[in-house]
C-alpha cells in the first residue's frame, strides 16, 4: 500500500527495532512508546485497514497476530499488559495498517476512554 508507514517498515524503507518477524507478521517497538515496553504486532500484509476490516476471511490472521502479541509479552517478561487496537480516527487510530498495541511494563491507568 502507497504511502502506509507499516508496509514501508515491512519493506524495510523505514527502519524499525523489530521483536520479531516470521512470513506473514512482524512486531517492533512503538518510536513514540507510552509504556516501558510498547511493541507493535502487525500482519505483513496490508489486508485490514483496521479491526473494522475483521471478517471470515481474515480472522485467523487477526488471531495469529494476538497469538504472538501475547507470546511476545511474556517473552518480554510481562506478566500483566494490555493489548489495543485504535479503531477509526477518534480512537486515536493514526496508521491505517491493523495493528496491535501490547503495552506493559508498570501500572497501567485504568482510563479505558
Ligand atoms: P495508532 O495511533 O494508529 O493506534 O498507532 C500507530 C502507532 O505507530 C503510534 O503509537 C506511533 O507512535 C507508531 N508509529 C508511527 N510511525 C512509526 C514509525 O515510523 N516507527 C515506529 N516504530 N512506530 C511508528
Ligand atoms: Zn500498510
Do not use: W
Request: with cysteine; aromatic share 8%; proline share 4%.
Amino acid at each position: 500500500m502507497d504511502n502506509c508507514v507499516f508496509c514501508k517498515i515491512v519493506a524495510g524503507e523505514i527502519p524499525s527495532k523489530k521483536l520479531y518477524e516470521d512470513d506473514k507478521y512482524l512486531a517492533f517497538f512503538d518510536i513514540a512508546p507510552m509504556a516501558p515496553v510498547h511493541f507493535l504486532v502487525i500482519p505483513k500484509q496490508h489486508i485490514l485497514t483496521g479491526i473494522s476490516d475483521i471478517n471470515d476471511d481474515n480472522a485467523d490472521l487477526v488471531a495469529g497476530a494476538l497469538k504472538i502479541a501475547a507470546r511476545l509479552a511474556k517473552e518480554q517478561g510481562l506478566t500483566s499488559y494490555r493489548i489495543v487496537t485504535n479503531c477509526g480516527p477518534d480512537a486515536g487510530q493514526t496508521v491505517f495498517h491493523l495493528h496491535f498495541h501490547v503495552l506493559g511494563g508498570t501500572t497501567l491507568s485504568n482510563q479505558m476512554a
